[in-house]
């Protein structure tokens, strides 16, 4: 739904000029969290229509734009067995005592 949303935002971000060192896209956290917290209140309002809907949400979208940086993927590190029994066997708070979870 987010992605529908800030299509319109996105194609115009991808028809601006270059005028940054990089291509810009629409911060999808910002998009998704914006839905998440206005939609309703704005698709609710009778005195709104489908496109003044649509054209807040782009305007929303077009403010925080991130830049796509080409090469920019790091793949994560695999953790070892030793990790791993480390992160189920701990408790998450350090003042339980080990005892229980040693059982």
């Known amino acids: 739904m987010e992605t529908v949303f800030s299509a319109d935002a996105q194609a115009i971000l991808d028809a601006k000029p270059a005028e940054n ?3 810009q896209q ?3 956290a910002v998009a998704f969290s914006t839905l998440r917290r206005d939609v309703l209140e704005l698709m609710l309002a009778p005195e709104h229509t489908t496109d003044e809907l649509f054209a807040q949400l782009t305007v929303l979208f077009l ?3 991130v830049p796509r940086r080409p090469k ?9 067995p030793t990790q791993q029994v480390r992160f189920y066997n701990i408790p998450a708070n350090p003042l339980h005592s080990l005892a229980g979870c040693l059982t």
């Open 72 to 80: 920019r993927s790091f793949p994560r590190t695999k953790p070892t």
């Open 21 to 23: 060192l990089h291509r």
């Open 26 to 28: 629409v911060n999808h």
């Open 63 to 65: 403010q925080t734009p």
